[in-house]
């Protein structure tokens, strides 16, 4: 069993930054591939971003590459998403998902955080 922990997220301005943690207990999380997954409100859920258990390949959705950078300490046992120059419509509910299978895309997510709101907005 893994239990997921999101943190880092919070009220923004536009073109601002935040880091946003994934920490898992209960099991080694470099067993897992790794996702960022987002919901804004009425919308469906989206996958953003996903880190190979290795660290080795990472994939983006094409609405934040260059802007967002996903990385993952396994010693710390915890995965990261770098969020820069954010903008309105990155609002939404982030969540992170664990996949037993190594590699990305995350299709089959064994485990999922509670989530953290962001919210971008002047």
């Known amino acids: 069993q893994v239990q997921l922990v999101e943190s880092g997220g919070g009220l923004v301005q536009p073109g601002g930054s935040l880091t946003l943690s994934c920490a898992a207990s209960g099991s080694t999380l470099g067993n897992y591939a790794i996702g960022w997954f987002r919901q804004a409100p009425g919308k469906e859920r989206e996958g953003v971003s996903c880190i190979s258990a290795s660290g080795a390949t990472t994939d983006y959705t094409d609405s934040v590459k260059g802007r967002f950078t996903i990385s993952r300490d396994n010693t710390k046992n915890t995965v990261y998403l770098q969020m820069n120059s954010l903008k309105p419509e990155d609002t939404a509910v982030y969540s992170c998902?664990?996949?037993?299978?190594?590699?990305?895309?995350?299709?089959?997510?064994?485990?999922w955080g509670q989530g953290t709101q962001v919210t971008v907005s002047s």
């Open positions: 998902a664990a996949q037993s299978f190594r590699l990305c895309p995350i299709m089959t997510p064994d485990y």
